[in-house]
């Protein structure tokens, strides 16, 4: 089993930055991918980003929306991915999940991740 704590969130003005962690602990794998997901009220869960945590460059992959303003990373010996959330708008409020897949080359779908965070609000005033 698989554990995924996250931190990080908050309440910021739009235009601040906020930074999301999410350490894996437990049961880990040699290669395998964590990404970001966000649900805001009355939406369904949606992809922000995602990297694999292999010995390359990771991939890393983002939803159009927030490309150029977030930057996922990792931290392969510490099991950690980060999101860096920079320039941030209204529209990004919502609870941000951490998620972990035993498929190094999940990408966008709920499905391909087996374990999931609990959560993290990020509200982004205007």
């Known amino acids: 089993q698989v554990h995924l704590v996250e931190s990080g969130g908050g309440l910021v003005q739009a235009g601040g930055s906020l930074r999301l962690s999410c350490a894996a602990s437990?049961?880990?794998?040699?290669?395998?991918?964590m990404g970001w997901f966000r649900q805001a009220p009355g939406k369904e869960r949606e992809f922000v980003a995602r990297i694999s945590f292999d010995w390359g460059g990771g991939n890393p992959y983002y939803t159009d929306s927030v490309k150029g303003r977030f930057t996922i990373s990792r931290d392969i010996g510490k099991n950690t991915v980060y999101l860096q959330m920079n320039s941030l708008k209204p529209e990004d409020t919502a609870i941000y999940y951490c998620?972990?897949?035993?498929?190094?080359?999940?990408?966008?779908?709920?499905?391909?991740?087996?374990?999931w965070g609990q959560g993290t609000q990020v509200t982004v005033s205007s």
């Open positions: 998620a972990a897949s035993t498929n190094p080359n999940a990408w966008t779908m709920t499905s391909a991740y087996d374990y």
């Open positions: 437990g049961r880990t794998f040699s290669n395998y991918a």
